[in-house]
């Protein structure tokens, strides 16, 4: 069934340990879990279903990672949703994970939770580059 998930993602990049929060938006599991094997570091999910977090990584130093401000969803329907981290921190990718593959995981996928049958149709990502 499909629900709001909150990801807390925990990832050491340049020795630096980074924490950013986000929510997905009425994700199947199988998605969540998916789009979460992109992210660097580690990852908690709060569905609450503990099942589906992976902080075996969390304490592993990055030298790079693909840090994302936020993406843009839109839908079928015009719907519109995006996935940014909380108090706009970004989200650590992996330094191989592209925009592409982001758009692999989320194409044709029905997150939208007020038209239930609606597809992802377009994304937008926007990065940053992560300063220390």
């Given amino acids: 069934m499909a629900k709001d998930w909150k990801v807390t993602q925990t990832a050491t ?13 009425y994700m199947e599991t199988a998605d969540v ?3 979460c094997t992109l992210l660097e570091g580690g990852y908690q999910i709060t569905e609450i279903n503990e099942s589906l977090s ?3 990584s969390a304490e ?5 990672s693909t840090p994302v401000n936020s993406i843009y969803i839109r839908g079928e329907n015009a719907q ?3 996935v940014r981290g909380f108090g706009g921190s970004p989200i650590h990718f992996k330094n191989t994970v592209t925009e592409d593959d982001i758009g692999i995981v989320l194409q ?25």
């Fill in 13 to 25: 990049v340049k020795g630096v340990k980074r924490t950013c929060s986000f929510i997905l938006p």
């Fill in 33 to 35: 879990s998916a789009f």
């Fill in 54 to 56: 992976d902080m075996t």
């Fill in 60 to 64: 592993t130093n990055a030298a790079n």
């Fill in 80 to 82: 519109s949703v995006s």
């Fill in 108 to 132: 044709n996928k029905k997150i939208f939770q007020y038209v239930p049958d609606a597809k992802v149709v377009s994304f937008s990502v926007k990065t940053s580059e992560s300063l220390i």
